[in-house]
């Protein structure tokens, strides 16, 4: 017999009687759905993200100006920033061509204020490596868009067809040295927040 | 332990016991951990019902485990992955090894994966020529000291500052003394950044395998999985059999409680949930048994295989915060790894489930609800009847027995041992009782029970 039939038929000899699978839906009752903008912006802030409140793109964008300098690589998935970042070019990168990007701009259509974490796709990303690579992560996402618990967020992301997602909060760190918080580990050194509050 | 040479969990708590500041210092540590856990888990009243929901979704997977493997195999083929399976840690390694052979290369990057610790993968491709780089920073850390981890969120809990200070100087170059976690940490950015970019073959764990996606998720604070991952050309992902979860809203259940049962984190810095290669990439999963298909069918211990590794057992629990990881010479420590490593070697394993105070703590905090002290408790019966204790256990385990049948032999018994402790208390406090050992015998009362009874309440 192969490895694979050898395993499922011990698997099948050994496991129990067929038990019933419970239903996630009791949890989402739960969930504390007031001022969900200030519950997230608690956590991310207790996480080590900054975060702005912003009314468009152009605050973001006088933001990012006021924070980085001109010199540096920037990289966005967002079209609109083509005057402050390289919005193309990068896609024919090879993934370790964007070891020097300094900062990265993405958007995201979904939060989490349980957790302060920020669901982003593959397409999103422009390249899976970005979000990781980056010196520096700014995530834009509405307001209107921050769901209650991850329950909610599964149901809003659904079954996605892409090939990779990813929840972040904040940015990366360790405390494997004696407990003691570092931030910036392998993946970006801070985790810029811009919540947009316009219509 | 009755044949084997290796130490066994008391001696090698002995060794570091001996370190009495050091003790004080990792119980405290890992208490604060247990305590930032409660503060994170008490903020919700669902808390309970998420422990049950978590503990019965994997309960319900086991019962069906065989149908969702292959739902989750011929979802992960459709993805465009690769998948493998391993009937043990041999054969785990060697397929590992075969894809590497196959591209050529000498090296690789893994990220954490108690699987491949649990394998010894490290090792078997270290005398194949290969040279493994662990990225997360605590492994790293273990690893440059030729060590295992001690934790299994928690690698490198063991090691003060200074002496992985020391470690950095001497392979990464960084000036004597220096032990600043900022620096150090810094320091091990740059030295990794060097190898994900360089390395084609990435390995990493996976924390959950989806059955209805076909995807799997791996969960970092450091982003070390997916910069290996992203980077490479090549992506290996070893899960056990009992990652399995049926649905992707499944998810949303463990992320809530994985890590706030861990360290009290919300949740993980990255939850990536790779599903697909990257165009060019290629991605292999291997599913490995090694034991636990004969655990399934052990009805007392099968629970243990709902375990998503979370470590709170280990955080809590006073024998281990007091005896360290490496004193239970298991990949996985703590009371999970006790009532785990039995399953894969009774004899080698038999004093783990005795390394325990059956107190229940491990089983309160356990985030999908295993009876870990019960299931500790019942592998006790078991390597008892197997033969597998040592003999001083079985000696006085006897001596017990004939002491306690009879009403007349203990209470000379009792009489004896009072006045022992009272009149010649160097009788037990010397190193022939390995009780005494970092400890204090308590003074004997006066009198015991029976005797107070007979004195105070008997004459009327």
Same mark, same amino acid.
């Given at each position: 017999?192969?490895?694979?039939?050898?395993?499922?038929?011990?698997?099948?000899?050994?496991?129990?009687?067929?038990?019933v699978l419970?239903?996630? $839906?009791?949890?989402?009752?739960?969930?504390?759905?007031?001022?969900l903008?200030?519950?997230?912006?608690?956590?991310?802030?207790?996480?080590?993200?900054?975060?702005? $409140?912003?009314k468009?793109?152009?605050?973001?964008?006088s933001?990012i100006?006021?924070?980085?300098?001109a010199?540096?690589?920037?990289?966005?998935?967002?079209?609109e920033?083509?005057d402050?970042?390289?919005?193309?070019e990068?896609?024919n990168?090879l993934?370790?061509?964007? +070891?020097?990007? $300094?900062?990265?701009?993405?958007?995201?259509?979904?939060?989490?204020?349980?957790?302060?974490?920020?669901?982003?796709?593959?397409?999103?990303?422009?390249?899976?490596?970005?979000?990781?690579?980056?010196?520096?992560? +700014?995530?834009?996402v509405?307001a209107?868009n921050?769901?209650?618990?991850?329950?909610?967020?599964?149901?809003?992301?659904?079954i996605?067809?892409?090939?990779?997602?990813?929840?972040?909060?904040? #940015?990366?760190?360790? +405390?494997?040295? $004696?407990?003691s918080?570092?931030i910036?580990?392998?993946? #970006?050194r801070?985790?810029?927040?811009f919540l947009?509050?316009?219509? | 332990?009755?044949?084997?040479?290796?130490k066994d969990?008391?001696?090698?708590a002995?060794?570091?016991?001996?370190?009495? &500041?050091? =003790?004080?210092?990792?119980?405290?540590t890992?208490?604060w951990?247990?305590?930032?856990?409660?503060?994170?888990?008490?903020?919700?009243?669902e808390w309970?019902?998420?422990?049950?929901?978590g503990?019965?979704?994997?309960?319900?997977?086991l019962?069906?485990?065989?149908? /969702?493997?292959e739902?989750? @195999?011929?979802?992960?083929?459709?993805?465009?992955?690769?998948?493998h399976?391993?009937?043990?840690?041999?054969?785990?390694?060697?397929?590992?090894?075969?894809?590497?052979?196959?591209?050529?290369?000498?090296?690789m990057?893994?990220s954490?994966?108690?699987?491949?610790?649990?394998?010894?993968?490290?090792e078997?491709?270290?005398?194949?020529?290969i040279?493994?780089?662990?990225?997360?920073l605590g492994?790293?850390?273990? *690893?440059?000291?030729?060590?295992?981890?001690?934790?299994?969120v928690?690698?490198?809990?063991?090691?003060?500052?200074?002496?992985?200070?020391?470690?950095?100087?001497?392979?990464?170059?960084?000036?004597?003394?220096?032990?600043?976690?900022?620096?150090?940490?810094?320091?091990?950015? &740059?030295?990794?950044?060097?190898?994900?970019?360089?390395?084609k073959?990435?390995?990493?764990?996976?924390?959950?395998? =989806?059955?209805?996606?076909?995807e799997?998720? =791996?969960?970092?604070?450091?982003?070390?999985?997916?910069?290996g991952?992203?980077?490479?050309?090549v992506?290996?992902?070893s899960?056990?059999? @009992?990652?399995?979860?049926?649905?992707?809203?499944h998810?949303?259940?463990?992320?809530?409680?994985?890590?706030?049962?861990a360290?009290? &984190?919300?949740?993980?810095t990255?939850?990536?949930?790779?599903?697909?290669?990257?165009?060019?990439?290629?991605?292999?999963?291997v599913?490995?048994?090694?034991?636990?298909s004969?655990?399934?069918?052990?009805?007392?211990?099968?629970?243990?295989?709902?375990?998503?590794?979370?470590?709170a057992?280990?955080? %809590?629990c006073? =024998?281990?915060?007091?005896s360290?990881?490496?004193? /239970?010479?298991?990949?996985?420590?703590g009371?999970?790894?006790?009532?785990?490593?039995?399953?894969?070697?009774?004899?080698? /394993?038999?004093?783990?489930?005795?390394a325990? %105070?059956?107190?229940g703590?491990?089983?309160?905090?356990?985030?999908?609800?295993?009876?870990i002290?019960? *299931?500790l408790?019942?592998w006790?019966?078991?390597?008892v009847?197997?033969?597998?204790?040592?003999?001083?256990?079985?000696?006085?385990?006897k001596?017990?027995?004939?002491?306690?049948?009879?009403?007349?032999?203990?209470?000379?018994?009792?009489?004896?041992?009072?006045?022992?402790?009272k009149?010649?208390?160097?009788?037990?406090?010397?190193?022939?009782?390995?009780?005494?050992?970092?400890r204090?015998?308590?003074?004997?009362?006066? *009198?015991?029970?029976?005797?107070?009874?007979?004195?105070?309440?008997?004459?009327?």
């Amino acid at each position: 017999m192969s490895t694979r039939g050898g395993i499922l038929s011990a698997i099948r000899a050994n496991q129990p009687e067929l038990t019933v699978l419970p239903d996630v $839906e009791p949890l989402k009752a739960y969930a504390n759905k007031e001022n969900l903008l200030a519950q997230f912006t608690t956590i991310a802030t207790n996480i080590g993200a900054k975060i702005y $409140e912003a009314k468009n793109l152009a605050e973001v964008k006088s933001v990012i100006q006021n924070n980085f300098g001109a010199d540096v690589k920037i990289i966005s998935t967002i079209s609109e920033l083509s005057d402050i970042a390289d919005t193309k070019e990068y896609l024919n990168d090879l993934p370790v061509q964007l +070891a020097d990007v $300094e900062l990265t701009i993405l958007q995201s259509d979904l939060a989490v204020a349980e957790n302060s974490a920020i669901w982003i796709t593959e397409d999103q990303m422009g390249q899976r490596v970005l979000p990781f690579i980056t010196q520096h992560l +700014a995530i834009i996402v509405n307001a209107k868009n921050i769901v209650a618990t991850m329950h909610d967020a599964y149901s809003s992301i659904g079954i996605t067809t892409q090939g990779f997602g990813a929840f972040i909060a904040g #940015p990366s760190k360790t +405390a494997d040295i $004696e407990q003691s918080l570092v931030i910036g580990a392998h993946g #970006p050194r801070s985790m810029s927040l811009f919540l947009l509050t316009g219509d | 332990m009755s044949t084997t040479s290796t130490k066994d969990h008391a001696e090698l708590a002995g060794q570091f016991n001996a370190d009495e &500041q050091r =003790v004080d210092w990792h119980d405290e540590t890992l208490w604060w951990i247990r305590q930032k856990r409660d503060k994170a888990v008490n903020q919700f009243p669902e808390w309970e019902l998420l422990r049950e929901t978590g503990s019965k979704i994997k309960e319900h997977t086991l019962s069906n485990l065989g149908n /969702y493997l292959e739902a989750f @195999e011929a979802n992960a083929l459709a993805n465009g992955i690769t998948v493998h399976w391993a009937a043990d840690a041999k054969e785990h390694n060697q397929i590992v090894h075969g894809i590497i052979k196959k591209h050529g290369v000498n090296r690789m990057v893994k990220s954490k994966s108690m699987l491949t610790e649990e394998c010894h993968l490290n090792e078997y491709l270290a005398e194949n020529g290969i040279e493994v780089i662990d990225s997360d920073l605590g492994e790293r850390i273990v *690893q440059l000291a030729k060590e295992p981890p001690s934790h299994i969120v928690l690698p490198c809990i063991h090691k003060k500052k200074e002496e992985i200070g020391d470690l950095f100087h001497e392979h990464l170059g960084t000036p004597a003394g220096v032990s600043d976690p900022q620096i150090l940490a810094e320091t091990a950015r &740059q030295h990794l950044r060097e190898v994900f970019l360089t390395r084609k073959i990435a390995l990493t764990g996976v924390n959950f395998a =989806v059955a209805e996606t076909g995807e799997f998720v =791996v969960c970092t604070n450091e982003g070390n999985a997916d910069m290996g991952a992203h980077l490479s050309e090549v992506h290996i992902a070893s899960m056990g059999i @009992e990652k399995i979860i049926p649905k992707r809203e499944h998810l949303g259940v463990f992320l809530r409680l994985l890590t706030r049962s861990a360290t009290g &984190q919300p949740i993980t810095t990255y939850s990536s949930h790779y599903k697909k290669p990257r165009p060019g990439q290629e991605m292999h999963i291997v599913i490995v048994d090694n034991g636990r298909s004969v655990q399934l069918g052990r009805k007392d211990f099968r629970n243990s295989l709902k375990c998503i590794r979370c470590g709170a057992c280990m955080n %809590t629990c006073p =024998v281990y915060r007091r005896s360290g990881g490496h004193s /239970y010479h298991n990949a996985i420590s703590g009371p999970i790894g006790s009532i785990l490593a039995p399953n894969l070697d009774m004899e080698k /394993y038999a004093d783990l489930p005795f390394a325990s %105070t059956l107190c229940g703590s491990c089983s309160n905090v356990c985030p999908v609800k295993i009876d870990i002290h019960d *299931q500790l408790y019942k592998w006790r019966q078991v390597i008892v009847k197997a033969g597998y204790t040592t003999k001083t256990k079985s000696a006085g385990m006897k001596l017990m027995q004939w002491t306690l049948s009879s009403p007349g032999i203990y209470h000379a018994a009792g009489k004896a041992g009072r006045m022992v402790m009272k009149y010649a208390p160097f009788a037990v406090n010397n190193a022939l009782n390995p009780w005494y050992k970092q400890r204090d015998m308590p003074k004997p009362p006066a *009198q015991s029970f029976d005797e107070w009874y007979k004195k105070n309440r008997g004459k009327k």
